[in-house]
């Protein structure tokens, strides 16, 4: 069964019709990437599923039997979306463990966020390491570890990534991936992953999209577009 | 940064240059002859002179600084260099004054000033020489300072200024000191030499001392037991409290009147302290719920108004403060539902817009009935307790103590709440704030309504203490000190509120004398503040203790692998 259904996802910035009916499902399990170029409509699909964005009256955005358009943002996080957005955003000033425990703020269970964090300082060891520094000093890479760590902590049934791999060395991007098949893996997290690094990205999904100026212009297999000539030419650059 | 480029000469060229530049300013605005009649020390050097020699001392000092770092050989020659081009720029002005006639263009101009600029009973050349070479020898000065170590350096400075403070506030204190200590100190006209010099000797060594054991006494304590700290912190409050209680006593009318005056900022700034500090909602209208609860307090409570009369009996204080609270929260939250939503920049107008509608609304003719309008409203009730009716400043003291307090423990208490830790996460990025699932809204109205709830308490003690109230005291320049008070003390940081206080409001008070050149230094601390201490005199510093305490944990892992215990940030 589909835990995120989307039907003609329509946004306008104002008179920009930035998605133009978007079409999308993420089953129970599954790693989904949208890929495409920039300014296709990545991270407003991505906003628009949070709940940051306003979508037309004939949208429907349903996950696990829900009208996601019907609640606010932060509903929308309880129910077990969570969304890393674009560009590391940590809060700068706050420390690494801070910032962790700012993920879990919603949850009640004291043993399993104490569970949760030894999870994620296990995934993540720099985080470990670096629990009492300021997160606004983490290098790039840290950041986006400590991000996706701090969404780890609340505890996601579907993770929206923006973008994970942006601006990372090759090396991090790989262990950004890693982590990425981990909790899909081991935690059973269903992710939807919004990356232009497409190859990294279609070499870890288990289906894919291809967003283009605010359309789905092709979507299956992952592995089938890996080594389908449009994609090639149009976004592996090989 | 310092090190890019080596100290040059042609540096202590410049700072004499600024520091001339800014000595012949002082004097044409006027200020140095509205202060050449105080005397600093009685028949030895008046407060125009000290401040001369202030300029070419900081000059002196900068410049000499710089040497010492990168060309220690220097240090001296740049300190003599900058001393004395301050001196020589005086001289020309006062030499220039009178043959060039400025009066037209400076009024402040006159030969009074350049007879003032000179030193005692001097003119023409020989006046000027001596002039230069005394500048010359305060940059000396300065330059020897530089050599001493830091700790005997910033104690002298520190020593130096309280010694000027000492001279200025000389009507302030003399009434409430003891009357022999007063004989010692003071003079007919500012300190007694001996007064001065023990004064400076005194205030040295405690400065001295204090920041010599301090770091090793918070070393000691920090390493306490936790109860022994807890019984510690407790004894240290509650005397302090005492002695805040037993203050009135000592202060005599007008000194409690200004601590009055600072206790309103002090609430209103502790309220503030939550919406920008805490929430990151740049408020620039606060003064409309200080207004609210002013308003509310008068309109409830003077016999005047027969229209409102006709509708609302004439209520006490007693009910109306709660009222007037109540008025400003709901104000808060009205205003809060439909601003919210906006950021920022935006934000800040549409508070600033809100701010002036508030003051001319109460203005305006049409509901002059209702509001008094530019009359305003007189008759304002006391606050009455088991009969007696509190007027005096320092009844009113004690009322606006308990407030103050009450907003220590309220805004304290969230401070470190779960909803602390919300608020910091709106302040930092509401998007993401939003993915940790934090109801923006509902938390944005919610440091809305408390800072709006502290001011309308301000407001409701202010109003009655006036017992009279005009629109006139409702102008955006309240929100703008409420958010310098802020910001000087350290914006977040609940004792920072009080010590900005104190120095932005309480000061300026106190040298009420000097008429509008106490502006001047209100200008010059936000400059100065901004430029070397942006953190505020009294920075939040509650988030560097907890990352202290972090590494200070032997072996957090063994014991916690997720190191929740030690840390603060659990959701209770
Ligand atoms: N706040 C906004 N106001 C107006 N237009 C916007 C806004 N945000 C995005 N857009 C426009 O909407 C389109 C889609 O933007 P979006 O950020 O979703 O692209 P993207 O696929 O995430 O791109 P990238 O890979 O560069 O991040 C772009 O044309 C962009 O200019
Ligand atoms: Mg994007």
New interface residues.
């Given amino acids: 069964m589909a835990l995120l259904e989307i039907k003609n996802l329509h946004v306008y910035y104002g008179h920009i019709h930035a998605l133009k009916g978007i079409n999308l499902t993420v089953d129970e399990g599954e790693v989904v990437t949208l890929i495409g170029s920039n300014g296709a409509g990545k991270t407003t699909t991505l906003r628009a599923i949070?709940?940051?964005l306003k979508t037309t009256e004939d949208t429907s955005v349903m996950y696990d039997g829900i009208e996601l358009r019907q609640l606010?943002?932060?509903?929308i996080?309880?129910k077990g979306v969570?969304?890393?957005?674009e560009g590391r955003?940590?809060?700068?000033?706050?420390?690494v463990?801070?910032n962790l425990?700012?993920?879990?703020?919603?949850?009640?269970n004291?043993h399993q966020?104490?569970?949760d964090?030894?999870y994620v300082?296990k995934l993540f060891p720099r985080l470990q390491e670096r629990?009492?520094q300021?997160a606004g000093t983490l290098s790039g890479g840290e950041q986006q570890m400590l991000a996706m760590g701090?969404?780890l902590m609340?505890n996601p049934k579907l993770l929206l990534l923006d973008e994970p791999s942006m601006g990372l060395a090759p090396v991090l991007v790989e262990t950004i991936f890693d982590s990425i098949e981990q909790l899909n893996k081991q935690r059973g997290i269903t992710i939807l992953l919004v990356e232009q690094n497409a190859q990294m990205a279609l070499s870890i999904a288990n289906r894919a999209y291809v967003l283009e100026t605010g359309r789905i212009t092709m979507s299956g297999n992952a592995q089938e577009m890996l080594h389908d000539e449009k994609v090639i030419s149009a976004y592996l650059g090989l | 940064m310092q090190k890019a480029k080596p100290f040059r000469l042609m540096d202590a060229v410049r700072l004499g240059l600024f520091g001339g530049i800014a000595a012949v300013l002082i004097a044409l605005v006027g200020m140095i002859e509205a202060f050449n009649k105080r005397e600093v020390i009685n028949g030895v050097i008046s407060m125009s002179q000290v401040m001369l020699m202030a300029v070419a001392f900081v000059s002196a000092f900068f410049a000499a600084a710089q040497a010492h770092k990168s060309k220690p050989g220097q240090t001296i020659p740049a300190g003599l260099i900058a001393g004395a081009i301050v001196g020589v720029l005086v001289a020309i002005l006062a030499l220039a004054i009178v043959p060039l006639n400025m009066r037209e263009v400076f009024v402040n101009a006159t030969p009074r000033l350049a007879k003032i600029l000179m030193p005692q009973g001097m003119e023409g050349i020989a006046g000027a020489a001596v002039l230069v070479v005394g500048a010359a020898l305060v940059g000396l000065l300065a330059a020897v300072l530089t050599y001493l170590p830091g700790l005997l350096r910033r104690s002298i400075l520190i020593s130096l200024v309280a010694v000027v403070l000492l001279a200025l506030l000389k009507d302030v204190l003399l009434p409430v000191i003891p009357e022999g200590l007063g004989d010692f100190l003071y003079a007919s006209n500012g300190l007694t030499l001996v007064g001065a010099v023990t004064s400076f000797i005194v205030v040295a060594l405690i400065a001295y001392f204090w920041m010599r054991v301090r770091p090793s006494t918070s070393k000691r304590i920090a390493a306490m037991p936790p109860a022994q700290r807890r019984t510690m912190s407790f004894v240290v409050t509650i005397s302090f409290l005492i002695v805040l209680f037993l203050l009135p006593a000592v202060l005599g009318s007008y000194l409690s009147e200004v601590s009055d005056l600072v206790g309103f900022y002090i609430i209103m700034a502790l309220g503030l302290n939550v919406v920008v500090g805490f929430a990151g909602l740049l408020d620039l209208g606060y003064v409309a719920f200080f207004a609210i609860g002013a308003y509310t307090m008068a309109v409830l409570t003077t016999p005047e108004l027969p229209l409102v009369r006709g509708y609302i009996p004439q209520l006490s204080f007693w009910v109306a403060l709660p009222i007037s609270v109540g008025m400003a929260l709901l104000a808060g939250i009205f205003l809060g539902v439909p601003v919210l939503k906006t950021r920022g920049d935006y934000l800040a107008i549409i508070t600033l817009g809100f701010g002036e509608i508030i003051r001319l609304l109460v203005l305006s003719d049409a509901l002059k009935p209702g509001l008094g309008g530019a009359q305003g409203v007189t008759g304002v009730a006391r606050p009455v307790l088991g009969g007696i009716v509190s007027d005096t400043p320092q009844e009113f003291y004690y009322f606006i103590l308990i407030s103050i307090l009450i907003a220590w423990f309220i805004t304290s208490r969230l401070k470190k709440s779960?909803l602390g830790?919300?608020w910091?996460?709106v302040r930092?990025?509401e998007?993401?704030a939003?993915?940790?699932?934090?109801?923006?809204v509902g938390y944005k109205l919610l440091a809305f309504a408390t800072g709006a709830a502290l001011a309308g308490l301000s407001g409701a003690f202010f109003g009655s203490k006036l017992g009279s109230m005009v629109p006139a005291s409702f102008n955006v320049l309240v929100s703008i000190n409420v958010l310098a008070v802020l910001i000087v003390g350290g914006m977040g940081s609940l004792p920072g509120v009080v010590v900005g206080a104190i120095v932005l409001i309480g000061l300026p008070e106190l040298l009420r004398e000097f008429n509008e050149f106490r502006w001047w230094v209100y200008g010059i601390v936000l400059v100065v503040m901004m430029l070397y201490r942006p953190e505020g005199l009294w920075p939040d510093a509650t988030?560097e203790r907890?990352?202290l305490d972090?590494?200070d944990e032997p072996n957090v892992d063994s014991e916690d692998?997720?190191?929740?215990a030690p840390?603060a940030?659990?959701?209770s």
């Fill in positions: 949070s709940g940051l606010r943002p932060h509903q996080v309880e969570i969304h890393v957005p955003r940590v809060f700068s000033r706050m420390s463990q801070e425990m700012m993920g879990a703020y919603a949850r009640k004291r966020i104490a569970d964090l030894a300082l629990r009492a300021h701090r969404a609340a | 779960r830790r919300a910091m996460a930092e990025d998007d993401v939003a993915a940790m699932s934090i109801n923006l988030r907890e990352l972090f590494e692998p997720t190191g929740l840390s940030t659990i959701p």
